[in-house]
């Protein structure tokens, strides 16, 4: 193969949330090569195998639900603005000056 795109090698350089969505039934990369790069890579990280999938109908055998549910879990919790109570510093004194 003249483009090797050698995962393996560089995962480890990944320090964002990993998700790795796989076919059960892919035929051209083997479920193997995937766990052994999701074992490789960085937490935070998430596999799923998607059994009825092959390597081209991932998104039409769940993969859309489970990235909603990835972007879901990456949204930050909201923060409550009104009501927080605010702590001001003292103003020094003219003797600390």
């Not at 193969?1 to 035929?27: K, S």
Request: with cysteine; charged share 30%; net charge negative.
């Amino acid at each position: 193969m003249v483009d090797q795109y050698r995962t393996i090698d560089r995962i480890a350089e990944v320090t964002v949330p990993l998700c790795i969505l796989h076919g059960g039934r892919d035929e051209i990369i083997p479920l193997d090569q995937a766990r052994r790069v999701f074992h490789k890579a960085n937490e935070p990280k998430s596999m799923t195998v998607l059994p009825a999938a092959g390597h081209n109908d991932l998104f039409e055998k769940g993969a859309w639900e489970k990235i909603a549910l990835l972007l879901e879990s990456l949204r930050p919790a909201p923060v409550a603005k009104a009501g927080r109570p605010v702590e001001i510093a003292a103003a020094a004194s003219v003797e600390d000056r």
